[in-house]
């Protein structure tokens, strides 16, 4: 593969694609803006006879249309590819795609517009072999029940994969909204239980052509669900079934406060035929969707119910996880604050710390910094990353700098006796198993001046702006990172700190990023520091961190040191 098709191989085959087509139950696969196929099924391939590696990143109209005698399609006679151009939905019964021996498929086709996160409009693909022509006066019955199963599939489709590729719970509400309106109904209301087991009405939207129109004065909370009453929405809300609702049943003397806000629903929208399905988790009752027709002649049916269902199942899935990481993100973020210690005030000195975790793991990770000042007066510095982006790693991260801090503080040792001391440690003492370390100490000299000594355990180089933005890695002093469990002598590196020049210890998430190399990292750290190099301290942390940060793969802690612009003068030492 070369060109497109490596850039399209790159970046196809996520996780979630290929779950979302494996629960299709038939053949399918997906392509992006170009007609690149970028995920396949296990059905497709072996329909096809061709590894899913072997789809991925051809482009589908060359691979696959043929004629009914296996001849390549131009364009202009390939009614799926018109289709494709014209970006709506579309299927035929009357195709043929081309099988790995050479063979041709006759097969019947759906396709239908995808969204594809962070890639635009995809199209969703969905084939089945078609049975052989009959002899010539033959008559076989053809209905559209065969397509509408299809249709059902392809959005159901859809709906686990759009719905399980967030994990922040109003954003899975608001897709499955635009799901189903207006395609199923015209109004949709969710109501979700609370973790204090409070019920919430948090949507009430109504489609208006175009638009999906928002009601809050509908929403909000709800009273208590009773433990034995009939009525649909309580049974629904308790896990127990799903039900049609006409208005009339809510009209009849209402048996529960819930049942006096669902008739105040029915009477201010107009819904004349509803759908009530629960929102039911792997562990608890997540809450009831209602769909509801007001605007459209149809009436639901009991056909509809396991359509209802199948969504509901589908958008229960996703919610649980999004509230199941939200809840583990909350703890993370308190043990963060807990964690990541408070710098102390050094006269002269400036400080500045940042962190941010990873967005795909629990918002706490292994990356840390320290700072904290000596029984000698000296200030010492490290930063570190402890292997992992949870909260094991989390753990260990804590137990190394609580170590670290105290071989500083009961040893008046140059730092590279103390990273010496803590590789002796981590293996038999914490559950780390690697990581890597910068140990600093700085110290103010007879003649006013700072000076920095540092040892470097595997870790990124310091970096030294001056403050006319010249800039320097400082290299000296490194060696393995910890962990290793090879015994060797760690070196120590001692350098003049000028005046009002800025000191960074960082982790690898800053430079760090999927096609760009280390040095390629570095270089655009250097070249962005030594621009902001005059800007006060906060403002030069924050706006390197905007600036320098790759999309967010890796944990970065950043902790910035700014020193008084003349030596011995120890104005404006504000400390952040």
Same mark, same amino acid.
């Given at each position: 593969?070369?060109?497109?098709h490596?850039e399209v191989?790159?970046? =196809? *085959? !996520?996780?979630? %694609?290929?779950v979302a087509l494996? #629960?299709? $139950?038939?053949?399918? /696969?997906?392509v992006?803006?170009? @007609? ?22 051809q ?14 399609l131009?364009?202009?006679?390939? =009614? *799926? !590819?018109?289709? %494709?151009?014209?970006?709506?939905? #579309?299927? $035929?019964?009357?195709? /043929?795609?081309?099988?790995?021996? @050479?063979?041709?498929l006759?097969v019947s ?13 995809g ?17 076989p ?5 065969? *397509? ?8 159901? #489709? ?32 969710i109501?979700?239980?609370?973790e ?29 669900v ?10 629904a809300l ?14 009849s ?8 806000e ?9 819904i ?8 039911r ?13 007001a ?27 999004a ?11 308190t043990?963060?604050?807990?964690l ?9 000195l ?46 260990g ?43 600093a ?20 180089p310091?970096?030294?702006?001056t ?6 890695y400082?290299t ?24 009002g ?26 070249q ?49």
């Open positions: 593969m070369t060109g497109a490596d191989a790159r970046h =196809a *085959m !996520r996780p979630g %694609f290929t494996e #629960a299709i $139950g038939v053949s399918a /696969y997906l992006d803006e170009q @007609g690149h196929i970028i995920a396949a099924n296990s059905r497709a391939e072996r329909m096809l006879g061709r590894r899913a590696e072997e789809l991925v990143g482009d589908a109209h060359e691979l696959l249309h043929r004629g009914a005698q296996g001849q390549p131009h364009v202009s006679q390939c =009614a *799926m !590819r018109q289709a %494709f151009h014209a970006g709506h939905p #579309a299927q $035929g019964d009357d195709d /043929y795609f081309a099988r790995a021996d @050479g063979s041709v006759p086709w759906l396709i239908t517009p995808y969204a594809l996160e962070g890639r635009g409009a199209t969703l693909v969905i084939f089945h072999p078609r049975e052989e022509e009959r002899p010539t006066g033959a008559h019955e053809r209905t559209a029940e065969p *397509m509408s199963e299809l249709e059902r599939l392809a959005l159901l #489709a859809e709906t686990t994969t759009r719905l399980t590729s967030t994990l922040n719970v109003d954003e899975a509400l608001h897709r499955l909204v635009a799901l189903v309106l207006p395609r199923l109904a015209d109004w949709a209301v109501d979700l239980i609370t204090h087991d409070e019920v919430w009405r948090t949507a009430v939207v109504h489609s208006e052509g175009d638009r999906l129109v928002p009601h809050e004065e509908l929403q909000g909370p709800m009273p208590p009773p433990e034995h009453s009939t009525m649909p929405l309580s049974r308790r896990g127990v079934a799903s039900a049609l609702v006409e208005p009339d049943v809510y009209h003397p209402p048996d529960s406060g819930i049942a006096v669902q008739r105040r629903l029915f009477d201010a929208t107009g004349r035929s509803a759908v009530v399905v629960p929102l988790g792997t562990r608890e009752v997540l809450g009831a969707l209602t769909l509801g027709r605007d459209k002649l149809e009436s639901f049916t009991a056909a509809d119910l396991p359509l209802m269902e199948d969504i509901a199942r589908r958008a229960s899935l996703a919610l649980d996880n509230r199941l990481y939200q809840r583990q993100r909350a703890i993370a973020e043990m963060q604050n807990h990541l210690p408070q710098m102390p005030r050094v006269p002269g400036q400080l500045a710390v940042r962190y941010l975790p990873a967005p795909d793991a629990s918002q706490v990770g292994g990356d840390w910094y320290d700072a904290f000042t000596l029984s000698d007066g000296a200030t010492a510095l490290a930063i570190g990353d402890v292997v992992g982006h949870d909260l094991e790693a989390t753990a991260m804590a137990q190394l700098r609580n170590m670290l801090r105290a071989y500083a503080w009961s040893q008046q040792t140059p730092p590279s006796r103390i990273v010496e001391r803590l590789d002796e440690a981590i293996m038999p003492i914490t559950d780390v198993t690697m990581a890597t370390l910068v140990c100490r700085v110290t103010r000299t007879d003649d006013g001046s700072w000076q920095l000594t540092w040892s470097n355990a595997g870790h990124p310091p970096l030294l702006v403050r006319d933005g010249l800039t320097e400082l000296g002093g490194h060696s393995l990172l910890l962990g290793t469990g090879i015994s060797t002598r760690r070196p120590d590196a001692t350098v003049v700190l000028p005046p020049c800025t000191l960074l210890l960082y982790t690898d998430g800053l430079i760090e990023a999927p096609g760009r190399t280390i040095d390629d990292g570095l270089n655009r750290l250097r962005h520091a030594a621009v902001l190099a005059h800007r006060p301290l906060p403002s030069f942390t924050d706006q390197l961190l905007r600036r320098v940060q790759p999309p967010g793969l890796d944990d970065v802690a950043l902790l910035t040191l700014r020193m008084p612009n003349e030596p011995g003068n120890a104005a404006g030492d504000a400390l952040r």
